[in-house]
């Protein structure tokens, strides 16, 4: 999906959904992680991987080993779109671009890093890649 079209910033991600491009109120109360209208690029990689250490500390931390299992099983579905993000960005080559991001500083918004964008749905969907080739 190309962001140059109109697009808005979400939390850890981008929203497609026109009238809340246009500034209208989210129908969905803002459950961004469960809305097709919601897409990474890869400019919001190393986000989410913060994102998956946060919830595997925390569950780490967790008082028994049924907590920690919950955690686990409520942050898997995440865990694959990360998993596919970074599969989709091996295989257009700016996988190590994106690892490189500095979001401290000012970005090219222009660069494929941050302007080609895959729903999370899609991402979580991808199979395994194949341990011969490294592709999936």
Request: proline letters at 7%.
């Amino acid at each position: 999906m190309d962001l140059s079209r109109r697009s808005t910033p979400a939390d850890g991600g981008f929203c497609t959904y026109q009238p809340v491009v246009d500034g209208g109120a989210c129908p969905w109360k803002l459950d961004c992680e469960n809305c097709d209208n919601f897409v990474l690029s890869g400019a919001d990689l190393l986000y989410w991987r913060r994102k998956a250490e946060q919830w595997r500390s925390i569950a780490e931390n967790a008082p028994d080993d049924a907590t920690a299992d919950y955690l686990h099983t409520v942050f898997e579905p995440t865990a694959q779109a990360i998993k596919g993000l970074e599969q989709v960005l091996a295989a257009l080559g700016i996988l190590d671009e994106a690892l490189a991001l500095d979001l401290r500083r000012p970005q090219d918004y222009f660069h494929r890093t941050w302007s080609t964008a895959f729903r999370a749905r899609d991402l979580a969907a991808l199979p395994a890649p194949d341990d011969t080739t490294g592709q999936p």
